[in-house]
């Protein structure tokens, strides 16, 4: 589709096709600007909003299952206590501009926390470099969600130290599979395209377990400023202790009206696929249209990448369906416009 903006559809195909290479990119610069994490510092915070803060979110259930490092992700701009004097903060921010993440640099600051920045620019960039304080930079002139595999490479190389062995030759392997799967993700035929038509007009939900739940949310996001629509997120097993009773009174008619898809993941423990199980009988019986989306590797670093380029295809065909431009989140520019913190890349 064409807009006065150019193709944006084009654009956000092409960006969701990079990937692996950003991926990659972010990855190298994070390891080169490390500075090493002493024991305090194996407790660390990243702070980020929208398509930054997922970046960290997405990082944070491989640092918590695989590494030494615990990793909480704040999307406020207050720090929450005891990150101070010996432990890391992560200031992320594409465009360096975002007012949350600006005063969370400065609450970190005040508490003695080492911080580094990850961004494209902006007033993050100007500080960092006025304080000495170490910034990975990554290409400026993107839309902040088209950035994930640099910024998500950017915390995973500046954490690899954590990594019992370095993510590096993992990550290539990972970037090299991902390649060929956006192949068949970009294809009219294929799943991606597959899922959007499933989803059709009705309401989409995405549920995952807890530690695959940023994937979840990047999906949600991804639907909601790509295909210009809302769309929603749970988590399992906690979902079957509340949303489940909301499900259990929906009427068949109602139920049509909305799709799940379940992001499953091959590692997870055998009482969550039970009870996965379970919900999708009940879902079924109602007539919710359901999508079982299988993570292609028991790898829980390939899953989640792949995992990422299978809902921005998605996020793009139920953009293409409805005839919207992916490209522009003009609500997200007037929002910027009207509270302050400015946002150059929407402009
Ligand atoms: C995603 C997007 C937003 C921004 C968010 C924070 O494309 O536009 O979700 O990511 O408003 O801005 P940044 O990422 O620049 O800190």
Redesign the pocket.
């Known amino acids: 589709m064409t807009t006065a903006r150019g193709d944006g559809l084009g654009r956000m195909r092409a960006l969701a096709a990079a990937l692996p290479d950003a991926l990659e990119t972010g990855y190298r610069s994070g390891r080169e600007v490390a500075a090493p994490l002493s024991k305090q510092e194996l407790r660390v915070a990243a702070v980020?909003?929208?398509?930054?803060g997922i970046a960290a979110d997405l990082a944070r259930g491989l640092v918590e299952s695989e590494s030494r490092a615990s990793l909480t992700v704040v999307r406020s701009a207050h720090l929450p206590r005891g990150f101070g004097a010996g432990s890391e903060v992560l200031l992320v921010?594409?465009?360096g501009?975002?007012w949350e993440?600006l005063a969370a640099y400065d609450m970190a600051g005040r508490a003695g926390a080492r911080r580094t920045v990850i961004t494209s620019g902006g007033t993050l960039l100007e500080r960092a470099e006025s304080d000495g304080v170490v910034a990975l930079t990554v290409p400026p002139g993107l839309?902040?969600?088209s950035a994930v595999g640099y910024l998500l490479g950017g915390v995973l190389g500046l954490l690899d130290s954590v990594f019992p062995e370095s993510l590096e030759g993992r990550l290539a392997r990972v970037a090299a599979a991902t390649r060929s799967r956006i192949a068949t993700y970009a294809r009219r035929r294929g799943p991606a395209a597959a899922l959007a038509e499933k989803v059709g007009l009705r309401f989409p939900l995405i549920y995952a377990e807890s530690s695959f739940l940023p994937l979840a949310r990047r999906w949600k996001t991804q639907i909601e400023?790509n295909a210009k629509r809302l769309a929603g997120f749970d988590e399992i097993p906690e979902l079957l202790h509340n949303a489940i009773v909301g499900w259990d009174a929906v009427s068949s008619g109602d139920a049509r009206r909305y799709a799940v898809l379940f992001l499953d993941w091959p590692g997870e423990s055998p009482m969550v696929r039970t009870s996965i199980a379970y919900l999708e009988r009940l879902l079924k019986g109602k007539g919710v249209v359901l999508g079982r989306v299988e993570l292609p590797s028991d790898d829980r670093l390939e899953a989640l990448v792949s995992g990422i380029a299978l809902g921005d295809h998605v996020s793009l065909f139920l953009a293409e369906r409805r005839g919207v431009d992916p490209y522009p989140?003009d609500a997200?520019t007037r929002l910027k416009a009207a509270v302050g913190g400015t946002?150059r890349?929407?402009r």
């Open positions: 980020g909003m929208g398509g930054s921010s594409y465009s501009n975002t993440t839309p902040p969600r400023e989140v997200i946002d890349i929407h």
